[in-house]
Structures are given as structure tokens and as C-alpha cells.
């Protein structure tokens, strides 16, 4: 059989799999933590139209949190009105707790459970004892130290528990017509900075309005990185020539925000990259320097 009908066919038969443990939990109303994401939108629509085949409700609960870009919200807000479900926004400042601005590398725990402690208290009141996350089976053999959180809080990760993979939750997305099926992964602003180094609003604030003025001449994967005075910019090696043609005008623009040297990183886009050098222990929710 060729390998391509034989991924789709696994495909097919891991969205089975996630229409039928959604349609399990669908028998009371649940609340699902939606960022905007392929893998939370994916979630969404399946769980909202088993929800209605039961006449239950799907609460998406989005953070509006000062660790991402205003526009991750707006995205949420819209890809919500696509999907259905009731959208709900909670407001929360993780930078008010010492511990998580200090930025430890343990810092994606800390965060994960102050915004999953602010979820549960929002589901409490709307008599909801089901959460759910996006978490797919990719991110349980990386360094996600938030995963720990999630599960002293009792959240269900469906993608998780189902070993739906990244590719997979495209792949589905895209069959059901989700429009963000091919929308990058935008993890929190603090990913930018060094472990250790005091987060600061101003310059997150200025990190992203970098990469926003980057994601006006190229695209894909981006992110741009400070380390001390240099900004270290990630992107998908397929973006090199049209950053090298642009470079006067993208180093214009970054110095104009105040950034004193610009790399280009040859490795290219890689997620996690501020992990390298760190050990993790065997639970993935400690690590060592």
C-alpha cells in the first residue's frame, strides 16, 4: 500500500477516535482552554459539534495575557465565531507573581498552573468538571515542564491521550475546513528571553512588535531572540534569500526599535531553542543547568 494512503488512513482513524471520546465527554458541558491554535481550534470544532448533538455547551476560554501578542487574542475571538462553542476571555497578569517574572527554568509550570488554576475556578462556577488542552502526542517527547502542571490539575490533553501528533492535528484541520489549520505556533513572549533574565513588559512588548514588523515581509516560522544586546532571529531556512534581500530594511527597522546587533540564526527555526544546555530529569518537569 502506498505511504501516503496509509497515513491518511491512520488519520482517518485517529479523527474517529477523537469524534468518539469527544462525544463521550459531550454527555455534560466542558471547557476547553483556546488559544487559536490548530491544536485548540481542532478541539473546538470537534467537541462543539458533539455538544450539540447532545444539547450541551463548549465554554472556549481564552487568556488574554500580557505574555502574548494583542493579536493572538483577536485571532482566538475569530477562529471562535468560526467554530462555535460559547467564547469566554479571562484576563490575567502572570508577571505579578515574583516567581514567574524572576524567569526560572521551570517558568512554563509556573505559568501553566496560575493560568489552569484561573480555568478551573471559571469552570467551577459554571458547574463544569471537565477541561480541556491541546496538548498533542509531539509535545510529550519535548520539554514541556507545563505538561506537570496540567496534570496535578486533572486537565485532559485528548490529542495527548489519543497520540494525535502534530501533522495529524493539521491534516484533520484542514479536513474540516479550520481556517488557522496552517497558522504557526505561537508560544508565550517569555520563550525569547534567557532563563534567568528578569522579564520585563517593555522589552516583551518591544520583541513583539519586532515580529510583527518581521511577519510583514516574510513568512512562516519566526521568532526573534535577545540575548543581552543581540537579537538572534529564528526562521524557516526557506525564508534566508528574502531575508538577505531585505536586510537592509529589516535591520532598519529592528535597530529602530532598539535593538543594537541582528543575527540570522543558519540553523534556522527550531522550537525550544532557549532549552539547549539544559538537562531535563526523567519526569520533563525539572531540569538542571
Known sequence: MDKNCMGTDETRQKQKELEQYLAGLSVRDVCLAFSGGVDSSLL????????ANNGKQVYAVTFDSRLHPSCDLEIARQVARELGGIHKVITVDELEQEEIRSNP?????LCKRHLFQCLKAFAESKNIDVILDGTNEDDMHVYRPGIRALKELGIKSPLAELHITKEQVKKMALQYGISVASRPSAPCMATRIPYGQQIDYDVLEK??????????????????????????????PAEFMHILEKREDIAGQLKGL???????????FRSGSMDIGLEKDPDSSKITE
Not at 470544532?45 to 455538544?51: D, N
Not at 513583539?208 to 538572534?232: D, F, K, P, T, Y
Open 44 to 51: 473546538l470544532k470537534a467537541a462543539a459539534e458533539a455538544a
Open 105 to 109: 527554568v521551570n517558568r512554563c509550570y
Open 207 to 236: 520583541l513583539a512588535e519586532g515580529e510583527a514588523c518581521l511577519r510583514r515581509q516574510i513568512s512562516g516560522n519566526i521568532r526573534l531572540r535577545l540575548h543581552g544586546n543581540v537579537a538572534r532571529l529564528e526562521t524557516d
Open 258 to 268: 532598539g535593538f543594537v546587533y541582528i543575527t540570522l540564526d543558519l540553523e534556522g
